[in-house]
């Protein structure tokens, strides 16, 4: 079944993203256990068709505004042992396709770390439309997937004896969306 824009009550035309009322975060484990961050510098929009799935959305994630709370971890983080802030300022996410899944959709696209391209799904969920306070039109979305952060380029780590390693693979990303009609 294709979802129109009626049938979620959105409106066609571009959404950009509110990224005062908007989060990216991310957790890896360290150790035994997961450490969770954010990236608190981000923009994009999304451009909704009549027919959903000919929807697209693009973002910009500035790497240096990593947050982990920890300053000598997010420095380290930033350094060319990891991101390369400094030679690759931003991770970026453009849409190559959505899908319906159910209730929910899913988001084929390409996500680009350090000028590595690797292609990524998110899982989407639609949170609502809504007014505002100050007379815009608000959507609300949630979505998550997972990457190897080797995948992109991102090979630290520190071996601590047999297979351990200090840092694990996979990276789980969630987003919390809240984008404001144009």
């Given at each position: 079944m294709t979802a129109s824009t009626t049938d979620l009550g959105l409106t066609t035309g571009t959404w950009n993203i509110d990224p005062a009322h908007s989060e990216v975060t991310f957790a890896i484990r360290h150790l035994m256990t997961k450490?969770?961050?954010?990236?608190?510098?981000?923009?994009?929009?999304?451009?909704?068709?009549?027919?959903?799935q000919s929807s697209t959305a693009t973002a910009e994630i500035k790497l240096a505004s990593i947050d982990t709370r920890n300053p000598d971890r997010d420095a380290h983080v930033r350094s060319s042992?990891?991101?390369d802030a400094e030679n690759h300022p931003a991770m970026t996410f453009v849409t190559k396709g959505v899908r319906a899944d159910g209730g929910d959709y899913l988001v084929d696209g390409e996500l680009t770390i350090k000028d590595v391209t690797r292609p990524v799904t998110l899982e989407l969920e639609f949170n609502g439309i809504g007014e505002d306070p100050w007379g815009g039109t608000r959507a609300g979305f949630a979505a998550t997937t997972s990457i190897s952060r080797k995948e992109f380029g991102i090979e630290f780590n520190v071996?601590?004896?047999?297979d351990k390693a200090l840092l694990g693979d996979k990276v789980d990303i969630q987003l919390e969306v809240q984008?404001?009609?144009?």
């Open positions: 450490v969770r961050g954010s990236f608190t510098d981000f923009s994009g929009s999304v451009v909704v068709a009549e027919n959903v042992d990891i991101l071996p601590l004896g047999g984008a404001v009609r144009a």
